[in-house]
């Protein structure tokens, strides 16, 4: 969406403060031992005592309040029962939430308990990759040219970006235009940032793969050769200079 008036951006900021503090406190909430159904209903608690109501159960029919995955789940992951969670497990959040007719998302990856995998490198890639393109945006500037951004970003630290995972517009639904801000250099795609709209920017690190499948379930992706996967996610709102940061009290980038 474009923000053309106070009443809009007021909006996005409340929209954006819920999906931020549940993402938060669902980190905070995480422990060993815990199953990522019980994370998730914790996290639908949190929503709803902000009157937020959960986008992909909303939009898609999910069959959850967040998508919580696990270690070689890429993204869209099932809060289930039968997931436990372990120490050293690397685990993301994806949160987005609709409140009052503005929608709004983020998403972070972290490892729980001790870094007994050794997944924080990764983990730190993609919030450093993510500071960096968020600090690059402005009305006018090339889509592509920040997929270039993240792409090169990643190849120097010696990982991978998946090509079919983008981050998208937002505002009065869950997905808008620009449909797709890729995390690599779309030649094909002359599209740029326009002043005072909004939109979800997030990376898509890899370890080993360039392409996410979709498992059996319907939902969850992995790899299509295996590994693992650090995402981060904000949504913000394109000025001619710096970004405003409406997520920015999820704290994923500290």
Not at 49 to 76: D, M, Q, R
Not at 138 to 161: F, H, N, P, Q
Not at 196 to 219: C, H, P, Q
Request: hydrophobic letters at 35%.
């Amino acid at each position: 969406m474009s923000i053309t008036k106070e009443s809009e951006l007021d909006g996005m900021k409340k929209a954006s403060e819920a999906v931020a503090l549940t993402l938060k406190a669902m980190t905070q909430y995480a422990a060993v031992g815990m199953t990522t159904k019980h994370l998730d209903e914790y996290g639908a608690e949190v929503l709803n005592s902000l009157g937020a109501k959960s986008a992909p159960y909303l939009t898609y029919g999910f069959p959850g309040w967040t998508c919580i995955s696990v270690n070689n789940e890429f993204c869209h992951g099932i809060p289930s029962h039968k997931t436990i969670l372990k120490e050293g497990d690397l685990i993301n959040i994806d949160v987005s939430a609709e409140l009052g007719g503005y929608w709004s998302d983020n998403g972070g990856s972290f490892v729980l308990g001790k870094d007994i995998n050794n997944h924080q490198q990764l983990i730190d890639a993609s919030k450093a990759i993510l500071q960096k393109a968020i600090n690059n945006i402005k009305g006018g500037v090339r889509i592509a040219d920040i997929g270039y951004l993240i792409e090169t970003e990643s190849k120097k630290r010696g990982y991978k970006v998946i090509k079919n995972l983008t981050g998208h517009g937002i505002g009065r639904s869950l997905h808008e235009e620009p449909a797709e801000i890729a995390n690599y250099r779309d030649r094909f795609n002359n599209t740029r940032f326009r002043k005072n709209s909004v939109v979800a920017i997030e990376t898509f690190i890899s370890t080993s793969s360039s392409l996410a499948t979709t498992l059996k379930d319907g939902w969850t992706m992995v790899g299509n050769k295996g590994g693992f996967m650090a995402q981060h996610e904000h949504t913000i709102v394109i000025t001619d200079g710096k970004p405003i940061i409406l997520t920015e009290m999820n704290g994923i980038l500290n």
